[in-house]
C-alpha cells in the first residue's frame, strides 16, 4: 500500500523559512513526478510545486523564486523548502505523487504570522 507522509509544517514569523518533507512508502517514488499542493481556507486546492522523475521542477507564478521543490530517491523522500513566507502562504500543504494512479498524503499545516 502506498502511503505519503507530510512533515515539517509550523507557524512561522513573516520572511521565515520552513523545509517541509514528504516520505513515500513503496518502491513508487524513484520513478514517477511528485507535486506539492496547498489549499487555504475557503479557497480551492492549488498547485505549488512539482518535479518530475527526471527533476524537471516547475513552480506556480506565486512561489516562484522563493519556494525549491526537490527529492533525494535513496531516500524515497521529496522537500519543499519555502524561503521569505509570507502570510498568504498559510494554508495546508499536501504531497501528491503519480504511479499509475493519484497518491495524496495526509497534509501538514504552515501558518505564516505578519
Known amino acids: 500500500q502506498v502511503q505519503l507522509v507530510e512533515s515539517g509544517g509550523g507557524l512561522v514569523q513573516a520572511g521565515g523559512s520552513l523545509r517541509l518533507s514528504c516520505a513515500v512508502s513503496g518502491s513508487i517514488f524513484s520513478g514517477n513526478a511528485m507535486a506539492w499542493y496547498r489549499q487555504a481556507p475557503g479557497k480551492r486546492r492549488e498547485l505549488v510545486a512539482q518535479?518530475?522523475?527526471?527533476?524537471?521542477?516547475n513552480y506556480a507564478d506565486s512561489v516562484r523564486g522563493r519556494f525549491t521543490i526537490s527529492r533525494d530517491n535513496a531516500k524515497n523522500t521529496g522537500y519543499l523548502q519555502m524561503n521569505s513566507l509570507k502570510a498568504e502562504d498559510t494554508a495546508v500543504y499536501y504531497c501528491?505523487?503519480?504511479?499509475?494512479?493519484?497518491?495524496w498524503g495526509q497534509g501538514t499545516q504552515v501558518t505564516v504570522s505578519s
Open positions: 501528491w505523487a503519480w504511479a499509475g494512479d493519484s497518491y
Open positions: 518535479i518530475t522523475s527526471g527533476g524537471t521542477t
